[in-house]
Every structure is written in C-alpha cells, then in structure tokens.
C-alpha cells in the first residue's frame, strides 16, 4: 500500500526555485504531522520542514528563510516551496509522516548545479 508519494523534483541552476509536492494516504494526513526530509550523496537523512495537523511549520536550521511548507488537507497534498537553491540542496527529497510511521517512498531528485 503505497502511503506517499513525492514529486516535483529537477535540476535547477543557484538561485532558482522548485516546488515538491508530496501526496499522503487519507490516514497520514489526517492524523500526522508531515515533513520533508533530504538525503544527499554520502550524507545521512535530514529533516528540512515538518508541518502539523493545523499548519505550524518548523525548519531545519539550514532553510534560513527559503523554503516553505505547506499543506492542503483537502488534496491531501504537502508542499515544499524552495528557493534561492544552493548547490548544496542537491539530494532526493523525501516526505512521511512525523514522527516517521510509514514506508519511506522513491523520493524526488533534486540537483542544483550551474
């Protein structure tokens, strides 16, 4: 049973934006708080965003101010908005619940390079 579902992902030049979309299970969004985490080459899975039940956000302190987290319960839709990329953002995206409670998906690539 596939419970997430990211998408969005590309490759971006610095200082670009790209927009994830992470699509969740009707379990998932409507009893978890939900987050973004990255993986990068030869690094350990990060949290970068997490956004509870009734919308409060919170971000890594790496984010500073780019990215934004969102989520329409509606579409069971969360959203990663990123700007100004650096190339050091490049990493497969990923999205679960949070606490994590689900199989971790593909993820969505995102490379930022000139």
């Known amino acids: 049973q596939v419970q997430l579902v990211e998408s969005g992902g590309g490759w971006v030049q610095p200082g670009e934006s790209l927009r994830l979309a992470c699509a969740a299970s009707p379990k998932i969004i409507s009893s978890y708080s939900v987050a973004w985490f990255r993986q990068g080459p030869g690094t350990q899975r990060e949290l970068v965003a997490r956004i509870s039940n009734d919308g409060r956000p919170k971000y890594g302190d790496f984010v500073k101010g780019r990215f934004t987290i969102s989520r329409d319960n509606a579409e069971r839709t969360v959203f990663l908005q990123m700007n100004s990329l650096k190339p050091e953002d490049t990493a497969v995206y990923y999205c679960?619940?949070?606490?994590?409670?689900?199989?971790w998906g593909q993820g969505t690539q995102v490379t930022v390079s000139s």
């Open positions: 679960n619940s949070f606490p994590v409670a689900a199989s």
